[in-house]
């Protein structure tokens, strides 16, 4: 679905991210990344989801289109793709409701759902469905944002990654601000997306969640990338 040939990032002239990295997310995959902070994971991410362009090197869809550079593309993968910001990117001034929907105003593109009616009770269903998931009560439909705490808000993040049903979610640090009860709860839903067919690669500084899962890891360490495949390995 998504692979990175020799993709190198740069963000000025003496400050260069990642090097040469090859990797390739697959239907149904389920990767960690893992690394000391700057190591460059977020930066990763960005660049599969189309969010930041790659200085050197090549992003292909399907092993075809180069979503960095087609435009069209880089359209048509995000409707395809689920993204968890570490810093949640939220409306603070606007409800659960209007954060958690926003993603149904550019259709359902994901694992054969259709596009929904953005009237009558549509939205609604599909939004508290969401939120069911990751567990918000249906009691804070209509609350808006800045008035829950960081737990909450991200929990109202995952809800609105997951509310197309996309091929492929990706995940940075998605259970930073959780609990040990709903880390867990949110992991075991990231599994049962993945035993349905969604693509999952998420980013985290957390070994206990690594072990317990048993995922191949890719393990960033200054720029360059490196794989262990056995289950449950933790390189950092």
């Keep these: ?10 963000y000025d002239t003496n400050t260069q991210v990642l090097r040469a990295v ?9 990767f960690f990344v893992v690394g ?7 930066t990763l991410l ?31 993968f995000r ?35 259709k596009r929904i009616s953005l009237f009558g009770g549509s939205v609604k269903k599909v939004v508290l469905d969401a939120m069911k998931l990751v567990d918000l009560p249906e009691k804070m ?10 737990g909450e808000r991200q929990r109202v993040a995952i809800a609105r990654a997951i509310i197309n049903r996309p091929d492929v979610l990706i995940a940075d640090e998605p259970t930073g601000s959780l609990d040990h009860n709903h880390t867990w709860a949110i992991i075991d839903l990231f599994q049962k997306l993945n035993l349905k067919g969604m693509a999952i690669i998420l980013a985290t500084h957390d070994r206990d ?28």
């Design 209 to 236: 969640i690594v072990r317990k899962v048993r995922k191949p890891t890719a393990h960033l360490e200054k720029g360059v990338l490196r794989f262990d495949t056995r289950e449950g390995a933790c390189l950092f």
């Design 79 to 113: 409707k395809r793709t689920g993204f968890v910001h570490q810093d949640f990117k939220l409306f603070l001034d606007r409800t659960v409701l209007e954060n958690v929907s926003l993603p149904l105003y550019f259709g359902r593109a994901g694992t054969g759902i």
């Design 36 to 42: 000391d902070s700057g190591a460059g994971k977020t």
């Design 141 to 150: 439909f209509n609350t808006k944002v800045g008035n829950l705490s960081g």
């Design 22 to 30: 090859d990797f390739s997310l697959g239907k149904g995959d389920f």
């Design 1 to 10: 679905m998504i692979t990175l040939k020799r993709v190198s990032k740069f």
């Design 46 to 76: 960005k660049l599969m989801s189309g969010e930041e362009k790659p200085s050197k090197g090549s992003v292909l869809l399907n092993g075809v289109a180069d979503v960095s550079t087609d435009s069209r593309v880089i359209r048509s």
